[in-house]
T-cell receptor, first 115, second 111 residues
């Protein structure tokens, strides 16, 4: 099956710094990837749709200048959390669609802790 | 607005059958998916319904009624490893594979 990886799996940073998270599709090409955020014991909230070679589409309420998304190739999308604050601490998960798009394949997630 | 409601918690015993419901209200609907997520892990795909009726995959079955905006996931022969969160997700029409997730049901399987 399709495999999606994320790096790093966890990161701790100081308030005010920026953190980059990578999402890679390992055995298929993904023109579209998705970024989600999940707080403890809550659901996955779609943040943005990452489109290869074009600008990302952000969901309502998500600050595009704070959460920078770059999808420079068919196998890599990056999410940069700029000027991170403790309230940005969360589990960030990416996904990529497969085939006829009945399924999405999820990465293992990145746990971000901002001190 | 959009909403997908699921019961927050369900408890069942090993070997039993459990049904987890999902009611949705979305602008545009293409299909309903189900995902399993163990604590701290990534969601994994279980099942997908685009048409009314029952889809069966091993111990897992999923049902959809588009007219009622309702679906459910049925797990048979419960095992301890089935303890996890289960999310329904709507694939919206007109959007490229975009999923909106439900509130999730935490299933606890007891011996």
């Amino acid at each position: 099956g399709a495999v999606v990886s994320q790096h790093p799996s966890w990161v701790i940073c100081k308030s005010g710094t920026s953190v980059k998270i990578e999402c890679r599709s390992l055995d298929f090409q993904a023109t579209t990837m998705f970024w989600y955020r999940q707080f403890p014991k809550q659901s996955l909230m779609l943040m943005a749709t990452s489109n290869e070679g074009s600008k990302a589409t952000y969901e309502q309420g998500v600050e595009k200048d704070k959460f920078l998304i770059n999808h420079a190739s068919l196998t890599l999308s990056t999410l940069t959390v700029t000027s991170a604050h403790p309230e940005d601490s969360s589990f960030y998960i990416c996904s990529a669609g497969g085939g006829l798009a009945d399924t999405q394949y999820f990465g293992p997630g990145t746990r971000l802790t901002v001190l | 607005g959009q909403s997908l409601e699921q019961p927050s918690e369900v408890t069942a015993v090993e070997g039993a059958i459990v049904q987890m419901n999902c009611t949705y209200q979305t602008s545009g609907f293409y299909g309903l998916s189900w995902y399993q997520q163990h604590d701290g892990g990534a969601p994994t795909f279980l099942s997908y319904n685009a048409l009314d009726g029952l889809e069966e995959t091993g111990r897992f079955s999923s049902f959809l009624s588009r007219s009622d905006s309702y679906g459910y996931l049925l797990l048979q022969e419960l095992q301890m490893k089935d303890s996890a969160s289960y999310f329904c997700a709507v694939k919206r029409s007109g959007a490229t594979n975009k999923l909106i997730f439900g509130t999730g049901t935490l299933l606890a399987v007891q011996p």
